[in-house]
């Protein structure tokens, strides 16, 4: 079988990826917040667009938070192999989840 990525190295393709998924967990994230807000008002009811600016502020704290669980996910594999060498256990491998485990415990990103 041919690859279709002719010409693009695999760094480019998991850089790519990488910025992809961090964007779009943001967007959820930013989602999430913008839902609190309106949920807020919802429960009190009070009109749903009341205090606008803290749409923006749990939008823009839902979005930040988002764009950064990549690289808490990448750091909780990292400790959950230090956990797993210091009881005497192999680290994490051969998953096929998004990060890829490496034999020597380190996550390919």
């Keep these: 079988p041919q690859s279709t990525n002719v010409g693009v190295s695999e760094e480019k ?8 998924m961090g ?6 994230g930013a989602g999430v917040g913008f839902s609190t807000a309106m ?12 205090e606008p600016w ?3 502020l ?4 839902g979005f930040w938070a988002g764009a950064k669980y990549p690289s808490f996910e990448k750091r ?16 994490l491998v051969g ?7 490496k034999d ?3 996550v390919d990103m």
């Excluded at 400790?79 to 210091?86: F, G, K, L, M, P």
Aim: aromatic share 16%.
């Design 13 to 20: 393709i998991e850089e790519s990826v990488c910025w992809i």
């Design 23 to 28: 964007f779009l967990s943001g967007l959820f």
């Design 39 to 50: 949920m807020a008002n919802a429960v009190k009811k009070v009109p749903l667009s009341r």
């Design 54 to 56: 803290n749409h923006v």
């Design 58 to 61: 749990f939008g823009i704290v």
């Design 76 to 91: 909780m594999i990292y400790e959950i192999n230090e956990a797993r060498a210091d009881k005497g256990l192999p680290p």
């Design 95 to 101: 998953t096929f989840n998004y990060f890829q485990y």
């Design 104 to 106: 020597d415990g380190n």
